[in-house]
């Protein structure tokens, strides 16, 4: 069994930092890739910012130079720093890896996090 626990979300005003955080546990033989999702009230969810394979990072257009994504494979966790938050960035912020178990080796595994609510308001 696999669990990602999120921690770091909150109310910020706009021009604010957070940073969140996603901590994998369980039986994991190797993590392939961890990443950040978000979902606004009234749309889907969308991908922030992910980290496919070592040394690839992906950003969506609307947080690139302002979030930054970055791991610490020792500890198998994942993290987002945000800077400079606009109110278009509230949403619920999700953890997502794609994980090869213990129990099943061989294959890769889709895991989620249960969500921390960003909040950008003055």
């Known amino acids: 069994q696999v669990q990602l626990v999120e921690s770091g979300g909150g109310l910020v005003q706009p021009g604010g930092s957070l940073r969140l955080s996603c901590a994998a546990s369980?039986?994991?033989?190797?993590?392939?890739?961890m990443g950040w999702y978000r979902q606004a009230p009234g749309k889907q969810r969308e991908l922030v910012a992910n980290q496919p394979s070592i040394g690839s990072t992906n950003y969506v257009d609307s947080v690139k130079g302002r979030f930054t994504i970055s791991r610490d494979n020792a500890k198998n966790t994942v993290y987002l720093q945000m800077n400079s938050l606009k109110p278009e960035d509230t949403a619920v912020y999700y953890c997502?890896?794609?994980?090869?178990?213990?129990?099943?080796?061989?294959?890769?595994?889709?895991?989620w996090g249960q969500g921390t609510q960003v909040t950008v308001d003055s």
């Open positions: 997502n890896a794609k994980i090869v178990t213990t129990t099943v080796r061989g294959v890769q595994l889709n895991y």
């Open positions: 369980g039986n994991i033989f190797s993590i392939n890739a």
